[in-house]
């Protein structure tokens, strides 16, 4: 027999497909952590997998979620998109999770999306990113460009930046956020001298550090990603560039990354919501915490402050609609304010696009590898990932996108 | 002088019910048994044993290492891949072009993928012509061996590279996705997964049929004497390049109905699953199998899709390494795969007895013939 | 102009470091006809080589130095260990290498992301190596001069082993016919784990170079592979001289590419190219025939 | 069907400068077991290279009206013109049956190439038992000893019904008694197809062949039968031997063969 | 000097050679038809094949277990059947390569090139482009630049003109009068039943007939091989 056909009422099979099976009989819950341990992202996400570990033990040892403790899943997304598809699904049906923490790249979240929407499942992502989309079931704990991408422009734009060179890795996060930025550089008066793109696997950036070298912008905007920085960083110092005349910033070089990069970067920037020097109440017990923690890499930095973040926001979130169930927490998003005490600060989640605000920081990269902070935004931002406060951003694109995405 | 005549008949029937067997498995007992999430995992392992038959055929029957069969298996997924997306977008310009430059229309190659029968045709005819173009233009300057993997290997790597870095005409890195339709059947409903289970699993028997009558044929054994001895074959007539052409466009072929098939079943199509990787694992189940016995390819293949599920799941760091040992002791103690072994075990039984005439298992035919 | 000039510098760089991968291949696999699939993992350890020297001896500006020649015992003998346990059963079978050695390069990346951290670790470059020397208005970076003058010590050295010592002409002679040389009295076994030895270590020596470029992580080595045997393969079996020419055609290509299209098309159209070269000299730019059937 | 020849005129091949065949003119004709013979080098297997089109060479070589140089290695087999090589060259994995069948199949059509053997050709039967082959039928040609595989190449050129057979050193290596059989063989076939032999035996030479060609140095020396060939000085000074001594040894195969080599030196 | 006794020895599981014993002798001719075993026994006296059952001894001493390049550093020298050359070498390089590390290597390979005046004329020429007799000649000057105790020959006029075919066999002679012991497989009985002191037939792997050397043996050695 067939099932239904395009124009059916689909909306009985969907649902019927979509029944939990989520066990909440028992005095642990099930939760899935879906990360790269394998493959080129293994590189970046593993710390993410190990700060979520860290805390599902420290909410397990504070008595767990609704009291039940913590029973993760850990799960492989091997650095390949259908892969976390699958494992989402695996998760989702097999192991019978209340909900799915991790990702990095956006293309990884792209791929969990429809599998989460499908089997109305949750999926918390905690990496900055390129916005433009809200899922009624993924929660973003990481930056939108309202919170990274456009602080950045207006600290580069009170600098007096005139000229921008785009760097990035060739895949829809920078080609999106670079698509962005070129907007809005429009609208600030800054000129893009160029742009370039170099596949995410590939560390050789000497011919377009030349191109740079050419075009003498004041500013580079560095939306690379993974390892490839490395190789950007080196072609940059060797052509005789410096912090002084051309500087960098990054959106995805943070305390990790910066120690490894083979050369000083100290004098390049930094956009993020949370640095490892930043002074807030919670700060330093959530480093000595990791400091601590088993494998743990001895530095904190964003993404997996927002991935600690995650899943602190999912235990405010449950414990606000008294269930695990993912209509009843999707409805707490709606009617409570949520919020979490965070390393970066008080962070309150939008209960309608499913981000939570945060503060914007330009953290300068001192000798030691630390950020000292050199603007902030002058109050928490509010996450906007259609950037509709924002009238530089063509409506009919808004609009097409909306429209296509649903 | 009769007396060879019954050997390839009986081999025949044995081949034939294996195929049975296995198809009466894969249509009627795994849908049965088998929960959904497995039942799609199987019908994206059966997606990987279509190519690895494929490859089967041009590898261990024609010494055509193919190290690029993702370029073939990319035709087929993403002609499907582009069809299904426009089934999805309607009138509207698929969502991930919109905001690279919102108001450029839909690229001119999408348009004609609107057409189902022209999809349909393209997952056929695409990979037919681009591995006889690419063919002819290798066998005939007789490139071959490890230039012949090494230069398909970097077609596959080219092509992935070209689609990550063409991110509004392909999707780029991060592929194709959320697909709503299937020709006209929504996807979501789980009966008509199970529909889109038992076409590929059907597409595979077709496959092993096909394969099954191609080694019992005389082009079978031209093809064997090919791989042993290319220019010998040039000096009984023939010549070479037309008969390796012959086996490498039918395994393109099969990759690509393997690739056309994953899509609706995976939803997903991304660069990385036709890359250098990911040729290579198509390799890796092909010769975990048994490169030149008909099962072979597609079990193996079916077993590494298993393992990378599975053992993926419980132990990744470990999947890895077994995954990293398993081509070495494979390659190394089993050179024709895990489909050689009852042989093996059979001799090892009979050297004792030192019997004159031992029982001729296919599996032995096999190994001697491979 | 200038910019032909600074892509054809960064292009002879560029090749330089392809020069670096592909000449330990055109001894395994040109001559020896290993296809050694590992051998960008082989390259990796050269570069964690340096970054463990750098622990060791503080001072970046000895520490390359230092560490290309440990480099070279620590890949070569990671080399020596993979001849010894696998490739010695696998003459006979030469496609067959391929497949074995992709499964070690997944074994040596995995351990490599587990061992280290896994997103990687610096090797900084020798002070000496800052500054840029000035060609014709172009600021040439120190560094890429400092690949092109290894590349071309390497190149030296290992022509002077295969010309002025009786090595090369074993090495052939066993390739060739391996019952063949035996009987002739070359100890064919020695042989090949000296080659192996050899080609493995200079991958190490690239290894170094490679990780003053990019990041020395369980990944770079797979970013070599490729392009390395493709220039093997268009200079032409185990010839140098083709390795050399290809190398540099190819660096200067891809930097070309890179220059006046994007980073991405860059590796297409340098890779279209080759296959296209390959595929009008199918024997690559240097051939050697035999009247054999084979 | 009386058969056309093959007439090889002026026959040039150079490598790089070094001309192996320089201007080398024969025929053969169908009935004729034709010898061609000269010392290492001369240029014989070069010149079969040159017919078969496994290397190029100029002038003109025809069987019957159509030019083969300049062809394409298969098509100058599908005209029918066969060959052996110096080192024996069949399909190791395939069984002798399957060695012999795809011989056969040259003028198969491809449809039927996708259909499976039934039974045995009457053609390969009588190349087996011709040959002495037919015990080994599921051998893998791979173990058959030397000689084996030399018949083996013979009976593939008989169930390819080439009308020329190019045989390159066929008998090297074989004994005396598997010589003779093998000349039989060639005799018998050549009544109707044109056997060009290379050979260095000349015991062999003189029980078989009909006419003789000598190359030296890629040129013809000496042509005619087998005793106007013996009797050329030329001929004994660069190939047969002069000195009572080497031609005693040369010919030394057998006491008769020695009484035989006697003979010729008194000539 | 070489004994070989009791031998079973065979490719994969078929067994090629059933209990052969090759007598002692300076000069032992090997006889026999197509795929008797005649060079599976030489590639087994040289160390390419090892036996499953019997000895080789060389001097006295157990080589059977011992690699080929062993036994030829101790003075065994092989030239197999079939014109084999290192064809990607030059013919200089085929001879450098046995000549290299030997005292007198250059005037070694001065001594083969006057012997066969080809290889002197295609010294610079890849050995892969050889006529096959040049190469067959190659084979044999290459063994013979070792310097060998044992000279083991596998058909080594197959392919060669008359005139050299003399040379090589008036080579053979001497050398066995020079003290080299040589194990010929050859098809020219006559020639070798002259040159040998000892001579087996093998027949499907047997030895049918074993005898002292001489043309007088010829009429036996043929009755025996005609069966
Ligand atoms: N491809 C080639 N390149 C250069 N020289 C070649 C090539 N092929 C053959 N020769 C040379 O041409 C000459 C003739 O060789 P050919 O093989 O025809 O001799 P032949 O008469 O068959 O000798 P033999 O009886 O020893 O087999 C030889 O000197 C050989 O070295
Ligand atoms: N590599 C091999 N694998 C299996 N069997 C083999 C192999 N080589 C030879 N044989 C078998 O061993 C037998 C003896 O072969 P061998 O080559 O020793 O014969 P031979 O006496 O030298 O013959 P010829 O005079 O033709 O050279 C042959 O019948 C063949 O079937
Ligand atoms: N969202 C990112 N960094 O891919
Ligand atoms: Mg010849
Ligand atoms: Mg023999």
Redesign the interface.
């Known amino acids: 027999g067939c099932g239904a056909r395009a124009g059916d009422d689909t909306s009985t099979a969907g649902a019927s497909a979509a029944a939990s099976c989520v066990d909440t009989s028992g005095s642990t819950i099930k939760l899935g952590f879906l990360n790269s341990l394998t493959g080129g992202m293994a590189i970046s996400e593993k710390t993410v997998s190990n700060v979520l570990h860290m805390a599902a033990d420290e909410i397990n040892t504070s008595g767990g979620i609704l009291g039940k403790k913590i029973q993760y899943v850990q799960e492989d997304g091997a650095t390949d998109w259908p892969t976390f598809a699958e494992k989402t699904e695996k998760l989702l049906t097999q192991d019978c999770v209340a909900a799915i923490f991790g990702g990095w790249t956006s293309s990884s979240r792209k791929a969990v999306k429809p599998v989460v929407e499908k089997l109305n499942g949750l999926f918390f992502y905690p990496v900055q990113y390129e916005g433009l989309e809200s899922s009624p079931n993924i929660y973003y704990t990481g930056a939108t460009t309202n919170q990274q991408i456009i602080p950045a422009m207006d600290f580069l734009a009170s600098k007096g930046v005139k000229t921008l060179f785009l760097a990035g890795s060739d895949y829809v996060f920078p080609r999106t956020a670079n698509a962005i930025i070129k907007l809005y550089a429009a609208k600030l008066g800054i000129k893009i001298v160029g742009e370039e793109y170099v596949p995410l696997d590939k560390d050789d950036w000497t011919s377009q550090v030349a191109k740079i070298v050419a075009a003498k912008p004041d500013f580079i905007f560095n939306t690379i990603n993974g390892s490839s920085n490395v190789g950007f960083v080196k072609a940059y110092y060797d052509a005789g560039l410096t912090p002084a005349k051309t500087p960098i910033i990054s959106v995805s070089i943070a305390e990790e990354e910066a120690p490894a990069m083979g050369h000083e970067v100290t004098g390049n920037y930094a956009s993020w919501n949370y640095f490892q020097s930043l002074k807030t109440d919670t700060n330093p017990k959530f480093i000595q915490s990791w400091k601590a923690y088993p494998n743990s890499s001895g530095v904190t930095s964003d993404p997996m402050e927002a991935a600690y973040i995650s899943l602190y926001l999912y235990k405010s979130l449950v414990e606000a609609a008294g269930s695990f169930d993912v209509n009843a927490v999707n409805a707490a998003a709606k009617s409570h304010t949520i919020t979490f005490d965070a390393p970066e600060g008080k962070v309150t989640l939008d209960g309608k696009n499913h981000h939570i605000s945060k503060p914007g920081h330009i953290g300068q990269i001192n000798a030691n590898n630390q950020f000292d902070i050199v603007w902030s935004s002058d109050k928490f931002i509010e996450p906007d990932p259609y950037l509709e406060a924002y009238d530089w951003f063509p409506a009919d694109i808004r609009k097409q996108l909306v429209g296509a995405a649903g | 002088m009769t007396k060879l005549k019954p050997l390839p008949s009986l081999r025949g029937i044995a081949a034939l019910s294996g195929i049975a067997m296995f198809a009466v498995l894969l249509l009627a007992v795994a849908p049965a048994v088998l929960s959904d999430h497995w039942l799609n995992n199987l019908g994206k392992y059966c997606c990987w044993a279509i190519a690895a038959v494929g490859i089967g055929l041009a590898w261990g029957r024609g010494g055509m290492l193919v190290m690029g069969q993702g370029v073939f298996f990319a035709l087929g997924a993403y002609a499907m891949a582009m069809h299904l997306t426009l089934e999805t977008a309607g009138d509207r310009v698929p969502g991930f072009m919109v905001l690279y430059d919102p108001l450029a229309p839909l690229p001119a190659f999408w348009e004609p993928f609107r057409s189902a029968g022209f999809t349909l045709a393209a997952i056929v005819v695409l990979p037919v012509v681009a591995a006889g173009i690419l063919g002819y233009a290798l066998f005939k300057r007789r490139v071959k061996g490890a230039y012949f993997a090494i230069l398909t290997q970097a077609l596959a790597v080219a092509l992935a590279t070209l689609i990550s870095s063409t991110i509004r005409e392909t999707g780029g890195d991060t592929g194709l996705s959320d697909f709503k339709f299937f020709f006209g059947f929504v996807l979501n409903d789980p009966a008509n997964k199970v529909m889109v289970y038992l076409i590929a699993a059907a597409l595979l028997i077709v496959c092993l049929l096909a394969v099954w009558q191609f080694y019992r044929s005389r082009f079978g054994e031209l093809l064997v004497a090919t791989r042993d001895a290319e220019e010998r074959v040039r000096f009984l007539g023939y010549d070479p390049a037309n008969i390796k052409l012959v086996a490498f466009v039918v395994s393109a072929l099969m990759a690509s109905i393997g690739g056309a098939m994953f899509v609706p079943i995976v939803g997903i199509i991304t660069p990385a699953e036709i890359g250098a990787a990911a040729s290579i694992l198509m390799i890796a189940g092909v010769a975990f199998g048994g490169r030149a016995s008909l099962f072979g390819p597609a079990l193996g293949a079916m077993a590494v899709g298993w393992g990378q599920s599975s053992l993926g799941s419980t132990w990744p760091d470990g999947w890895t390494y077994i995954l990293g040992l398993l081509f070495v002791v494979v390659i190394l103690f089993l050179p024709s795969g895990l489909s050689s072994l009852p042989a093996r075990f059979a001799a090892i039984r009979r050297r004792p007895a030192e019997q004159p005439t031992p029982p001729i298992t296919a599996a032995e035919l096999e190994e001697v013939r491979a | 102009m200038d910019a032909l000039i600074s892509q054809l510098l960064n292009g002879s760089a560029q090749g330089a470091l392809l020069l670096l991968a592909a000449l330990g291949l055109s001894l395994t696999f040109g001559q020896m006809g290993v296809i050694n699939m590992a051998h960008g993992e082989f390259l990796m350890l050269g570069a964690f080589t340096a970054y463990l020297v750098q622990q060791v001896i503080a001072a970046s500006d000895l520490s390359i130095p230092v560490a290309l020649p440990v480099a070279f015992v620590v890949a070569g003998l990671f080399g020596l260990l993979l001849e010894v346990t696998i490739i010695r059963w696998m003459y006979r079978r030469p496609l067959d290498t391929l497949l074995v050695t992709v499964g070690v390069s997944l074994i040596l990346q995995q351990a490599a992301l587990q061992i280290f951290p896994s997103q990687g670790v610096p090797v900084e470059k020798p002070s000496w190596l800052d500054g840029q020397l000035n060609v014709l208005g172009y600021e040439w970076p120190l560094r890429q001069l400092f690949t092109i003058v290894l590349a071309s010590v390497c190149v030296a050295a290992l022509s002077a082993w295969l010309k002025y010592t009786s090595f090369g002409r074993r090495i052939r002679a066993t390739v060739h016919n391996r019952d063949l040389a035996e009987t002739t009295g070359i100890s064919t076994r020695t042989i090949d784990r000296l080659t192996f030895f050899v080609g493995s270590g200079l991958a190490g020596v690239a290894g170094v170079a490679a990780s003053l470029i990019g990041g020395t992580n369980s990944q770079m080595g797979a970013q070599y592979i490729i392009p390395a045997f493709l220039v093997v393969a268009a200079g032409g079996i185990g010839q140098l001289k083709g390795t050399i020419i290809a190398a540099w055609a190819v660096g200067v290509a891809l930097s070309c590419f890179a220059y006046w299209t994007t980073g991405s098309l860059a590796q297409v159209l340098a890779f279209i190219l080759v296959i296209v070269f390959l595929q009008v000299r199918p024997q690559g730019l240097f051939t050697v025939r035999t009247r054999s059937l084979a | 069907m009386t058969g056309a020849s093959l007439v090889v005129t002026d026959l040039h091949v150079e490598f790089s400068g070094f001309v192996a065949v320089g201007g080398v003119s024969f025929d053969a004709h169908p009935g004729e077991v034709r010898f061609l013979i000269g010392p290492n080098g001369a240029g014989k297997t070069t010149c079969i290279d040159a017919i078969t089109g496994l290397t190029r060479g100029t002038g003109s070589a025809r069987l019957g009206e159509t030019e083969l140089l300049g062809k394409q290695v298969h098509k100058i087999v599908r005209l029918g013109v066969g060959r052996t090589f110096q080192t024996a060259s069949v399909f190791d994995e395939l069984t002798v049956l399957q060695n012999l069948d795809i011989a056969a199949g040259l003028h198969r059509s491809s449809v039927s190439l996708l259909r499976a053997r039934r039974g045995v050709d009457p053609s390969i039967e009588q190349a087996l038992e011709e040959t002495g082959l037919a015990g080994e039928l599921a051998t893998p040609a791979g173990i058959l000893s030397h000689g084996q595989k030399q018949w083996l190449e013979i009976a593939m050129l008989l169930v390819q019904d080439a009308k020329v057979l190019l045989l390159d050193e066929p008998v090297a290596g074989m004994s005396h008694d598997e010589r003779t059989a093998t000349g039989d063989l060639l005799q018998r076939i050549a009544v109707k197809r044109i056997v060009l032999v290379v050979e260095h035996d000349m015991d062999f030479m003189r029980r078989f062949a009909t006419r003789v060609t000598v190359l030296h140095q890629g040129k013809v020396l000496s042509q005619g039968t087998v005793a106007e060939v013996q009797a050329d000085p030329k001929v004994q000074e660069v190939y047969l031997g002069t000195a009572g001594a080497a031609t005693a040894a040369a010919m030394a195969v057998v006491p008769e063969a020695v009484a035989e080599t006697l003979k010729l030196t008194e000539d | 000097m070489l004994e070989i006794t009791d031998i079973e020895a065979g490719?994969g599981?078929?067994r090629v050679l059933h209990g052969v014993t090759v007598p002692a002798g300076k000069v032992v001719a090997v006889?026999?038809?197509?795929?008797?075993g005649k060079?599976t026994l030489l590639r087994l006296a040289?160390?390419?094949l090892k036996p499953t059952k019997g000895r080789v001894l060389f001097d006295g001493e157990d080589i059977s277990s011992l690699?080929?390049?062993?036994r030829?550093?101790r003075g065994m020298a092989?030239v197999?059947?079939?014109?084999?050359?290192?064809?990607?070498?030059t013919t200089l390089?085929?001879l450098?390569?046995?000549a290299?590390?030997r005292r007198r290597g250059k005037a070694l390979i001065e001594a083969q090139m006057a012997r066969f005046p080809?290889l002197e004329k295609?010294a610079t020429r890849?050995a892969?482009?050889?006529?096959?007799?040049?190469r067959?000649?190659l084979a044999i000057a290459?063994?013979l630049i070792?310097e060998p105790k044992l000279l083991i020959l596998d058909?080594p006029t197959?392919?060669?003109?008359?005139?050299?075919?003399?040379?090589i066999?008036?080579t053979i002679m001497q050398l066995a009068g020079e003290g080299i012991h040589v194990l010929l497989v050859e098809?020219?009985?006559?020639?070798a039943l002259?040159a040998a002191e000892r001579y087996v037939v093998l027949a499907s792997g047997f030895v049918t007939q074993t005898g002292d050397g001489g043309?007088a043996a010829?009429?036996t050695v043929?009755a025996a091989?005609?069966i």
């Open positions: 490719y599981r078929t006889l026999g038809h197509n795929g008797a060079t040289i160390g390419l690699a080929p390049n062993k030829v550093a092989y197999p059947q079939g014109q084999q050359a290192f064809g990607q070498l390089e085929n450098q390569l046995v290299d590390g080809a295609f890849k892969g482009l050889l006529s096959g007799g040049q067959q000649q290459r063994a070792t058909e197959e392919g060669i003109q008359p005139t050299i075919v003399a040379e066999e008036q098809q020219h009985i006559g020639f002259e043309l010829a009429s043929r091989m005609a």
